[in-house]
């Protein structure tokens, strides 16, 4: 099954429906169940220490899975998040973008479950990994 959006149209979807968050995602490929999306870290992203917060990642983490579904179903905003599962394996580096690698496991008629895994751009090692499962409304 291939993609039915391509980054442009996933990209042009975020600044129409959620214009208050597109400016924190590039989408930089998309393949058939999968997605590359950065996020190009800014003050607002940092905690104390130096560091992304979780709740930045969190966000990398959905957006992530939240497109790849997208990508097979087509613009459907009302596809949501009914679980996440998060671990946070090593501090981002200070100052350098993160990247997620988003691949759905399974697509199925009403539900799609993900696996999210990122990066800090130029750092060995993945600083998150999340699981996640969308709703997908019906048709």
């Known amino acids: 099954m291939e993609p039915v ?5 996933l990209e042009a979807f975020l600044a129409r429906e959620f214009p ?31 560091t992304v ?10 957006v992530g899975i ?4 997208l990508a097979m179903i087509g613009p459907k905003a009302l ?8 671990d946070f394996m090593r501090k981002p580096a200070a100052g350098r973008d993160l990247v997620c690698a ?9 539900l799609a479950v993900g696996d999210a895994l990122i990066h800090s751009d130029g750092m060995d090692g993945a600083v998150a990994r999340a699981g996640l499962t969308y709703s997908i409304p019906p048709r």
């Open 53 to 62: 917060s979780g709740p930045s990642m969190f966000a990398l983490a959905d």
């Open 20 to 50: 208050q968050a597109a400016d924190d995602f590039v989408v930089e490929a998309v393949a058939p169940m999968e997605v590359r999306v950065r996020m190009p870290v800014a003050e607002r992203h940092l905690r104390p220490g130096g």
């Open 79 to 86: 596809a949501v998040t009914t679980n996440c599962s998060i």
């Open 102 to 110: 988003a691949r759905l496991l399974k697509l199925g008629r009403v």
């Open 66 to 69: 939240y497109l790849a579904v």
């Open 5 to 9: 959006m391509d980054a442009a149209a």
